[in-house]
């Protein structure tokens, strides 16, 4: 087996940030150097609590945690709690965590990590609004080079917006950031709104994560269930979208979607439109690709995935 792929998670939890917290600690191909915290769904003093609560759950006690960001770069912070509840992870009831969160800042974290570790081995895995990575790269230019690839739960195209018709939630609260990440030159992997709308979480795959009768497998029953009642109503859909666990699925199994080389350039000027992310899928703008976009998942291979590796923990 090559070597574990060196992995920084940058999040705020969320159900769906947690579950993908818990995909990655459960799979040995990654190696988690450290998890990153943002506001973003919930304001930074819960996401950060949130990512603590979540390796402890996982039994990952010493997975290092930094809180980062607590706001946009320019704009006020907008956040998510009628979707994800007043804690950011409503549904189990999980301890207070008792490990402790890191002394560091998440954006010095960040930076120290790509300018030790040998150039372009690091892959950054944004899960929320990307101020913590563009100001990693404002503040340290050089780390820009040196980072392997940044696969990001963001956008959409196909499907529109979910939190304004034109823009998806991670994208709109910082707009700004997520410009300065996809004009980096940076290779750029996006779960769009297109994927995640196709890994919804029905009655029978929420189950399979009850059945494991494990700590682990019933919490992540209980935050889907939670999770998806809004989703459901919004959406007319049975089970609401899985959006962050996409993610790390991609790196585990990048068979499991497809999508094409794209020009995304970031909507930042008007306020109709903010935070859309203007995807080239017909290459009419002659503007150089910049990144990968996905738009199919195998649904079923995805949850498949899932179920096993939460097993382990």
């Given at each position: 087996?090559?070597?574990?792929?060196?992995?920084?998670?940058?999040?705020?939890?969320g159900q769906d940030d947690a579950v993908a917290i818990l995909l990655a600690l459960a799979s040995p191909e990654l190696d988690v150097?450290?998890?990153?915290?943002?506001?973003?769904?919930?304001?930074?003093?819960?996401?950060?609590?949130?990512?603590?609560?979540?390796?402890?759950?996982?039994?990952?006690?010493?997975?290092?945690?930094?809180?980062?960001?607590v706001r946009p770069l320019v704009r006020p912070?907008?956040?998510?709690?009628?979707?994800?509840?007043?804690?950011?992870?409503?549904?189990?009831?999980?301890?207070?965590?008792?490990?402790?969160?890191q002394t560091q800042h998440a954006v010095d974290f960040i930076v120290e990590t790509l300018m030790?570790?040998?150039?372009?081995?690091?892959?950054?895995?944004?899960?929320?609004?990307?101020?913590?990575?563009?100001?990693?790269?404002?503040?340290?230019?050089?780390?820009?080079?040196?980072?392997?690839?940044?696969?990001?739960?963001?956008g959409g195209f196909f499907e529109g917006g979910n939190t304004t018709p034109a823009a998806e939630f991670n994208i709109y609260v910082d707009p700004h950031a997520a410009d300065v990440v996809f004009r980096s030159g940076v290779p750029i992997v996006v779960m769009p709104l297109d994927?995640?709308?196709?890994?919804?979480?029905?009655?029978?795959?929420?189950?399979?994560?009850r059945e494991l009768g494990t700590r682990v497998g019933i919490a992540t029953a209980e935050m889907l269930e939670f999770f998806e009642r809004f989703d459901e109503e919004k959406y007319g859909t049975e089970g609401g979208p899985l959006h962050d666990p996409c993610v790390i699925a991609y790196l585990l199994k990048p068979e499991l979607f497809r999508g094409r080389e794209v020009n995304v350039v970031v909507e930042t000027a008007s306020e109709l439109t903010m935070g859309m992310t203007v995807?080239?899928?017909?290459?009419?703008?002659?503007?150089?690709?910049?990144?990968?976009?996905?738009?199919?998942?195998?649904?079923?291979?995805?949850?498949?995935?899932?179920?096993?590796?939460?097993a382990r923990l």
């Open positions: 087996m090559s070597a574990p792929e060196k992995i920084i998670i940058d999040t705020d939890p150097l450290g998890i990153t915290a943002v506001a973003g769904n919930v304001p930074l003093s819960l996401t950060e609590k949130n990512a603590r609560k979540v390796c402890e759950l996982a039994g990952k006690t010493d997975t290092k945690v930094f809180a980062g960001a912070l907008v956040t998510a709690e009628q979707v994800h509840g007043q804690t950011g992870l409503n549904g189990p009831d999980l301890p207070e965590p008792t490990m402790p969160l030790s570790e040998e150039s372009g081995t690091v892959t950054l895995c944004p899960l929320g609004p990307l101020t913590n990575v563009a100001l990693a790269m404002i503040r340290e230019p050089k780390i820009v080079s040196r980072i392997k690839r940044i696969v990001l739960m963001g994927v995640t709308h196709k890994a919804l979480t029905t009655g029978k795959r929420i189950a399979a994560f995807v080239d899928w017909w290459g009419v703008s002659k503007r150089p690709k910049n990144a990968l976009v996905l738009r199919d998942i195998d649904a079923g291979g995805f949850f498949a995935l899932l179920v096993e590796r939460l």
